[in-house]
């Protein structure tokens, strides 16, 4: 139990395009999802909090009309990339919270060409 | 400010060898304490945490880890390693379960 799918597992687009990252809880409601990202040999760095109906709560230092994220369900959270940049390819993770533990999704590598 | 230090980027074992992997944090109070296992394809899978109470944790796949306040580490060990843990180790620390702040990762390779 408690499986995170992400897709696509990974993407390539073109400089000014956006692209739509989904974070899925498959067998569980999740109120909470959580955004990261991880720089080639780096930690992984908290994006955003997703919560369900709600706006979601962005780090310092990340732009939210550039990373869109929207939790319109209890099982889905997505993450758009929006004029997507060179700069902006990563590998992003997402990752749903139940009953106070986070459950990771595979990732999605992400790459601006 | 709240930082992670996992000073072994790569660490090479043999297989049936011990293990210690290093976690060291900064932190204003005691933290929640995580190590998390990071398989190619694979989400990050929870190996144990550490709350309060008893200093030693057991976790899944035979891991543990012993919290020590004096030298605010948690690192992670295993009396025998397998094969199948080579993979990308990370610790993680948080105030509460929510908002975690990760380590750089210790990538775990196993010789037969």
């Known amino acids: 139990g408690a499986v995170v799918s992400q897709h696509p597992s990974w993407v390539i687009c073109k400089s000014g395009t956006s692209v739509k990252i989904e974070c899925r809880s498959l067998?569980?409601?999740?109120?909470?999802m959580f955004w990261y990202r991880q720089f080639p040999k780096q930690s992984l760095m908290l994006m955003a909090t997703?919560?369900?109906?709600?706006?979601?709560?962005?780090e310092q230092g990340v732009e939210k009309d550039k990373f869109l994220i929207n939790h319109a369900s209890l099982t889905l959270s997505t993450l758009t990339v929006t004029s997507a940049h060179p700069e902006d390819s990563s590998f992003y993770i997402c990752?749903?919270?139940?009953?106070?533990?986070?459950?990771f999704g595979p990732g999605t590598r992400l790459t601006v060409l | 400010a709240q930082s992670v230090t996992q000073p072994d980027i790569h660490i090479t074992v043999s297989e049936g060898a011990s293990l210690e992997l290093r976690c060291n944090y900064s932190y204003g109070a005691t933290p929640y304490l995580f190590w998390y296992v990071q398989s190619p394809g694979q989400g990050l899978q929870l190996l144990l945490k550490?709350?309060?109470?008893?200093?030693l944790v057991q976790g899944i796949k035979g891991f543990e880890a012993e919290f020590k306040r004096s030298q605010s580490s948690f690192n992670l060990r295993k009396p025998s390693v397998h094969w199948s843990d080579a993979a990308e180790y990370f610790c993680a620390v948080g105030y509460n379960t929510d908002k975690l702040i990760f380590g750089t990762g210790t990538r775990l390779q196993v010789f037969p």
């Open positions: 997703s919560n369900e109906g709600s706006k979601a709560t962005y």
């Open positions: 550490y709350f309060s109470g008893d200093t």
């Open positions: 067998d569980f409601q999740a109120t909470t």
């Open positions: 990752s749903a919270a139940r009953l106070g533990e986070q459950f």
